[in-house]
């Protein structure tokens, strides 16, 4: 579900009934940005009138008993600290969400995990601090990639360009020519004009 896109058609539902009315399952990916200060209000604002609008097409109270869901909810996170919660709230008192944990011995690959701690001096603001994470991103890249592609995760978009920025400045990872080529044509495919930016940058 793209949350901004589904808060303006159910905002005017009435205007797209018919479209409202045709669906059954709503996958909700990354649900953890409910957690997120910019994007969370909008997803919280739009499964909560989803559930209300679903209730109102089928002449139905949320608290009236029902052989089955009229919509259902699946909600998907790798990092959702509280999915219970998250459960009872997609659920109704008479169909209740239920929470799965997967074990990690579950994946076809195992992980490795390596946890590394920096000290926060007192004067710096939890935004400068977390900047300045960033900048060691490159060594850490270098240390544990093995030379293999590696993700990395951000909380916002802005936080996206920001960190390709740096790591433009800041490190080196093209092996030679033909790979340098590559990584063009990969950038030029990119929409977001600063991280293609950034990534060219990089590259030069």
């Not at 009872?88 to 690959?109: D, F, H, S």
């Not at 601090?129 to 240390?143: M, N, P």
């Not at 020519?177 to 940058?201: F, P, T, V, W």
């Amino acid at each position: 579900m793209f949350q901004e896109k589904w808060d303006s058609v159910t905002r005017v539902w009435r205007n797209n009934k018919n479209l409202v009315q045709m669906v059954k399952l709503l996958l909700i990916d990354e649900v953890h940005l409910l957690n997120e200060e910019e994007r969370g209000a909008t997803m919280e604002a739009a499964l909560s009138r989803m559930k209300t609008i679903q209730a109102v097409l089928h002449g139905e109270s949320m608290c009236k008993t029902t052989s089955e869901p009229s919509l259902r909810f699946v909600a998907a996170s790798a990092t959702f600290p509280n999915v219970e919660d998250a459960a009872e709230w997609l659920g109704t008192p008479n169909c209740r969400g239920i929470a799965y944990k997967m074990k990690e011995n579950l994946r076809p690959v195992q992980l490795r995990k390596v946890v590394l701690g920096y000290p926060c001096s007192d004067s710096l603001s939890e935004f400068r601090f977390d900047l300045s994470l960033s900048y060691k991103l490159g060594h850490v890249i270098q240390t544990y990639s093995e030379g293999k592609p590696t993700l990395v995760f951000c909380a916002t978009r802005k936080s996206v360009v920001q960190t390709a920025c740096i790591l433009a400045k800041s490190t080196h990872f093209v092996k030679h020519s033909q790979h340098k080529q590559q990584l063009i044509e990969c950038a030029n495919r990119m929409h977001d004009a600063k991280i293609r930016g950034a990534y060219l940058d990089f590259l030069r």
